[in-house]
């Protein structure tokens, strides 16, 4: 299956659900995230790692990147630049690109959030960025403290981001789909009356 065919299947189900299905799918920090609610992000990881105040690695990243692709960038933690803006967001939307993931802070948001354009980050600030050092593109790369290499499946939500290693789609597609019968089969129980306890064996019935 291709990878967007992978990522549309996944980015059905909520985060929520992925991290019930298997316990290699992982979670990135929960100081990630969406920069408006309502927003619902999924395709292959199209990686980049810069240094605080840089973002040329970005710039090629989103050259290279490939139609439904979401940029997820190692930005280090640093919360004092803004790297990527609405500048960059309208390259990626010409590119195709889904969004973008980056545990760094993003600048111009009212301008991204009028375009609609997903974005995880870990805030804003408004500081220019240089050029000047070349950053690494397509690579293996840490984000929100998870590893990201490129072609992983990455889903986000108004939870937050998860991962989900190329090699093991195929079992999440359909461990996923086991968690969404179970729920709904424990929201007709509770329809019918009875508790989480009791439905989960948590007491003596």
Known sequence: MAANDVAKALGAWPTGNLCNADERVRAMDAALRPLYSGIRLFGAARTARIAPGQNAAIHRAVHAARPGEVL?????????????????????RNQGIAGLV?????????????????????????????????????IDIVCGGVPVSPGDIIVGDDDGVVVVPF?????VAEKVRAVGAREDDIMKELAAGRTTAEIFGLVKE
């Open 72 to 92: 997820v960038v190692d930005g280090g933690g640093s919360r004092a630049w803004g790297p990527f803006g609405d500048i960059l967001a309208t390259c990626c």
């Open 102 to 138: 980056i545990d760094g802070t993003v600048r111009d948001t009212a301008e991204l959030k009028a375009m609609q354009f997903p974005v995880f980050c870990l805030g804003a600030h408004p500081a220019a960025t240089a050029k000047t050092e070349p950053g690494e593109s397509d």
């Open 167 to 171: 090699a093991i789609t195929g079992d």
